[in-house]
């Protein structure tokens, strides 16, 4: 629906030509934790959407790792809501700006047309010149259209929990990377549940595509929960695949693209609701050049995403996969410890502000000495707390 709109404030007149069919009927759950960057709301706000739900505003993110916790504060840099709510929200405001939908319409297969697609669905077949497949982790666009695999897959598994007295302020976001043996992380993010105040507590753990899974992933959250004094026990476990990005798959053939999760997203953090609607504006920028020239053979489109501001930051998010969860991860996280101005730009990233120049240059000084440290195959002992 994120694409759609920002098709129909790009192309008016498509808008009534369009249509946006989803399996499910909404208001329908979405396995996520739902936390927010505010660089999203901003892009929509540019097409003057925006999505009022309930919500937890961010004002700041925390970074454990080495038995310590890093806290850096930057202002209104997002919020975490329910997708039950959110995604509902989005789809009433495509409603209201006349944006055909189908819901309960599931796309079982795709065939070639000589003017496009014939999409097969639970409804029956719909014809359509060009199919954006934004049908998540589970494409079934991108099984059809026979798109290799990506080299990296995802997990991840999430409860909603009350609060308890280790946790930080009810504006952070926790990301704890304390088990090093894992190519992943577990979070902290606080939540509104029916109005009450909720974390929603997961693990994210990465791997390659076709190497065995490392860990079970619930016995990792069960661990985790129980450092907190948390039984996982009874509490409803929500666990799901994550399709990350690789820049080496082309997400687009004649007449049909990728966008969002289908067509991958972050895999250091497995961000993804930020990355659908940057796709989304930029796959409508990229239609309204070439629906009007009839050039729908596509084949720039993984070049075009590559050089936006989407596929820059997915790209350096998945360089960042093998330092994170590669060789140099202890002097990784001995850095971000001690520069907590890298941190500030990451916050400033996810809010949608203009990057601070000063903190990115010191952090970028003290890279290069940790960098040193790594090839000397050295780890620097970490800083007085609070000392920068
Ligand atoms: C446990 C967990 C926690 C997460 N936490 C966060 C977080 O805090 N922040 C964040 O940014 N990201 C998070 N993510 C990732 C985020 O949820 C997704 O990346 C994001 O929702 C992708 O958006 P999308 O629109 O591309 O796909 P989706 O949101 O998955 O939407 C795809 C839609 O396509 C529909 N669909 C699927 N198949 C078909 C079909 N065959 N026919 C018709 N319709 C179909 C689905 O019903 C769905 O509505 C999390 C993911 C998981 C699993």
Request: net charge positive; proline share 6%.
């Amino acid at each position: 629906m994120a694409t759609a709109l920002f098709l129909a404030h790009a192309m008016p007149a498509l808008t009534d030509r369009m249509l946006v069919v989803d399996a499910e009927r909404f208001p329908r759950e979405k396995f996520c934790a739902g936390g927010v960057g505010a660089r999203a709301d901003k892009l929509l706000g540019s097409i003057g959407v925006s999505v009022c739900v309930p919500g937890v505003p961010v004002n700041a993110i925390a970074f454990r790792a080495m038995g310590r916790t890093t806290v850096v504060r930057e202002d209104a840099i997002g919020r975490v809501v329910r997708r039950v709510e959110f995604d509902h929200e989005l789809l009433q405001i495509g409603l209201r700006r006349g944006i055909p939908f189908s819901g309960g319409t599931r796309v079982t297969g795709l065939t070639r047309t000589p003017r496009g697609y014939q999409v097969d669905t639970s409804a029956g077949p719909i014809h359509a010149r060009v199919v954006i497949g934004a049908d998540g982790v589970r494409s079934v666009v991108r099984r059809t259209l026979g798109f290799q695999a990506a080299r990296y897959r995802a997990q991840a598994i999430e409860v909603d929990t009350d609060p308890v007295d280790s946790d930080l302020e009810r504006d952070v976001l926790v990301f704890d990377a304390t088990r090093r043996d894992l190519p992943g992380y577990y979070w902290d993010f606080p939540t509104l549940v029916d109005g009450q105040e909720k974390v929603v507590r997961g693990v994210y753990i990465l791997r390659p595509t076709d190497g065995p899974a490392v860990v079970e992933i619930k016995a990792v959250l069960e661990a985790e929960l129980a450092t907190r004094g948390i039984d996982l026990g009874k509490l409803k476990k929500k666990r799901y695949a994550e399709l990350v990005f690789d820049p080496h798959v082309p997400v687009s053939t004649p007449h049909s693209l990728l966008v969002g999760e289908a067509a991958g997203i972050d895999p250091v953090t497995g961000e993804g609701i930020a990355q659908a609607i940057y796709y989304g504006a930029a796959a409508a920028k990229y239609l309204a050049e070439k629906l009007p020239a009839g050039e729908l053979d596509f084949q720039d489109w993984p070049s075009v995403i590559r050089r936006g501001s989407i596929g820059r930051d997915l790209i350096v998010r998945s360089l960042g996969v093998g330092l994170f969860y590669g060789p140099p991860r202890a002097n990784i996280e001995a850095f971000l410890h001690a520069s907590p101005e890298f941190i500030r730009v990451g916050c400033q990233h996810f809010g949608g502000k203009p990057w601070s120049k000063a903190a990115l240059l010191r952090a970028s000084g003290r890279a290069l000495w940790h960098t040193g440290y790594f090839l000397a195959g050295r780890v620097p002992s970490l800083p007085e707390p609070g000392g920068g």
